[in-house]
């Protein structure tokens, strides 16, 4: 493979990974607020 | 009470808020700008030619793994102090997001060493060290998902997020205190002096956008933390009234139905 692969492949992984994580972290949240009472979900 | 300002009052249905739709949006721009400096802009360098791209994502998500794992054992001492759940769900929450940005980390690290050594990875002492680093936090997020008693499991992981943090120096150094193959230091030690023009600026760049990413995952992930918490509570609770009810069905059927069920 060229060095301007792994440079695309080191990109396309990081941003790919972060996305994912992002992604099941709000999924996640919006799955567990909606068995949590209101007074317990109040950001700041 | 208008829909409008019922809107406001009404809590949210998840873990954003205004304040995480500002930072990500942040977030998003900045990582935007970093694709277009540091894929497009920015010229390859003199010595390390065309694989500094790789250290535009190397340097910020070791940078971010290190801050995070901090954050952790600061969190951990405030949790052994005040023992309350905001610092152990904080320090969990931390280790959780520095994880990701060290397997990232090592990830280009290995697409940077198949380029410049020939091979994805040698146990030359840095590498020796990052290992052992990221098996550590493994190790604290395995210890955080045993089923035990919160304060117990607090306790426990508190000491190992302490613990931990001693490796970060050690990995830090190991490219001074031992010959490797790794280059030396670019973070804090901090980027290197060579480096000029939208190379740096790239750098300082990809440091930045990371930071606020960071910050957003953060917040989001101790809020999802968070509700976990609560969500086992009720669903504890849902099981006591459902035994309670259950015990009283059986206790009024009398002798003849009110065997004991277990």
Redesign the interface.
Known sequence: MSTNAYIAIAWAVTFAVIALYAAWIVRRGRELSRRVPEEDRRWM | MSALAADRT????????T?TRVLGAVALVG?AAV?LF??VISPPDAEL???I??LY??VP?VSVAYLAFVITAVASVAYLWKRTEFWDLLAASSAEVGV?FF??TI??GM??G??TWGVFWRWEPRLVTTTVLFLTYIGYLVVRSIPTEPRTRGTVSAVIGIMAVVNIPITHKAVDWWRGLHQSRTVLGTVDPEMQGSQLFTTYLSLTAFMV?FA??LV??F??A???E??AE??LEAALADRRAEGQTSGSAGPAGGGATA
């Open positions: 009404a809590a949210p249905t998840s873990t954003g808020s304040a990582l694709a540091g894929l030619g065309e694989t791209r790789i994502m190397h998500t990701v397997a990232l990830f280009n697409m940077w198949k380029v990413l957003w995952l989001h992930r809020r999802l968070w509700l976990g609560r969500a009720q669903g």
